[in-house]
């Protein structure tokens, strides 16, 4: 089978560990064909965006990437909102897809895939959301004039050839249905996933790192990762860590540091011995800590490293929104505010025992909704 993964509506980062880079792999482990399409969106050593030359290259895991520019009918930050792109019908029709996955349900070429639907009815056409209210549509030009008029309107015309929309949050789903009227008996529930490790796996990497963090059994170690931005709420975390009176705590933060919170992040950091901040690490190293972790904290907005977390076994505490409900059955607590954050210390440091049942929940959650194995599988049938 020929897989075809359609990156054009957002960025997309070689050696990452995000969907777009784990469900192509995991294609590819199951024994099919997978091409990349994508925009020259990524993020570079500095963690900001910038921009590729257009191209085909072979990604880590060895599929084709074909990496397309911007059409150039107005300024590059008009077109990078308008999402259309040259070559894009051929590309596809190259290749000669069985099944295609639109990431992004917004994007000017979602009409073009539409079009080779048509002339090609035994293609499946999936689509994918991560828009919801959080991060999109967010001002009044957004929402009104590229959400409203643009987007909605493409969306629509797409519907009839799209199999599925795939909405990766509770959220996103009444996102999608109230920005483009996308109906319920079309989509479909398909959260972003983990990779799933064996328990000698697990094990070797949880010793081997809490040794080289220089951590007790004893130790209770929490792990905050991912932009440690404001809206992550990770000052609050310090705040309420460094409140904290219970010497086996240790918190490690993990991520690039927002220039708005840098000097208060590293006041924090800096008047407590039990905290450590190591920066931005790479997948394999993210997993590692994570393995080592009794504890993953999300008090702020989403991120997918939370579900990533599960995977390998982690207690969360995390932010009480509807799109977290569904990864919250009894491995964890839900985080309404700062005190709740504190609260949370208190009944770790109180109970640390419960950590473990905990950990096992968490591991059965992710196999039940969060394998990338079962999760690639859905897009063969």
């Known amino acids: 089978m020929k897989i075809l993964h359609i990156c054009l509506s957002s960025f997309y980062i070689d050696n990452f560990s995000y969907q777009e880079n784990v469900l192509p792999r995991q ?16 993020y570079g050593k500095e963690k900001k965006l910038q921009y590729l030359k257009p191209g085909e290259y072979k990604n880590e895991d060895g599929i084709s990437v074909t990496r397309l520019p911007y059409r150039q009918f107005f300024f590059h930050s008009i077109m ?39 002339n090609n009815p035994d293609v499946k056409f999936y689509a994918d959301s991560h828009e919801d209210a959080n991060n999109s549509a967010r001002n009044f030009l957004s929402k009104e004039i590229l959400h409203r008029l643009y987007y909605a309107r493409i969306i629509r ?75 992550k709420k990770v000052i609050e975390s310090l705040q309420a860590f460094n409140g904290l009176e219970f010497s086996k705590m240790k918190l490690v933060l993990i991520g690039s540091v927002n220039d708005e919170i840098k000097n208060e992040f590293e006041n924090l950091v800096a008047a407590n011995d039990s905290v450590t901040y190591l920066g931005w690490l790479d997948s394999p190293d993210l997993m590692a800590h994570l393995c080592a972790a009794d504890l993953y904290l999300q008090p702020g907005s989403q991120s997918a490293i939370m579900q990533n977390s599960l995977c390998l076994r982690c207690p969360v505490a995390i932010a009480d929104v509807p799109s977290h409900k569904p990864f919250l059955q009894g491995n964890g607590w839900a985080i309404s505010g700062s005190q709740s954050i504190s609260a949370v210390f208190d009944d770790v440091a109180s109970n640390k025992r419960q950590l473990i049942p905990m950990a096992a929940r968490s591991l059965e959650i992710a196999r039940t909704m969060l394998d990338y194995r079962q999760l690639a599988a859905r897009l063969y049938v």
């Open 27 to 42: 294609n590819k482990l199951d024994g099919h064909e997978v091409k990349i399409i994508a925009s020259t969106e990524t």
């Open 80 to 118: 990078k909102k308008v999402r259309l792109h040259p070559g894009v019908y051929k590309a596809i029709s190259d290749f000669g897809p069985d099944v295609i996955l639109f990431h992004g349900l917004c994007g000017g070429e979602l009409l073009t895939v539409a079009k080779y639907k048509k």
């Open 157 to 231: 015309m797409a519907l009839p050839y799209i199999d599925k929309v795939l909405y990766v949050s509770l959220e996103t789903k009444d996102f999608i249905k109230e920005m483009y009227d996308v109906p319920d008996q079309l989509s479909e529930f398909y959260p972003l996933g983990g990779t799933m490790i064996s328990d000698d796996e697990y094990y070797g990497m949880r010793v081997r790192t809490r040794a080289k963090l220089g951590l007790s059994d004893d130790d209770v170690l929490i792990v905050q990762a991912g932009k440690l931005e404001k809206r």
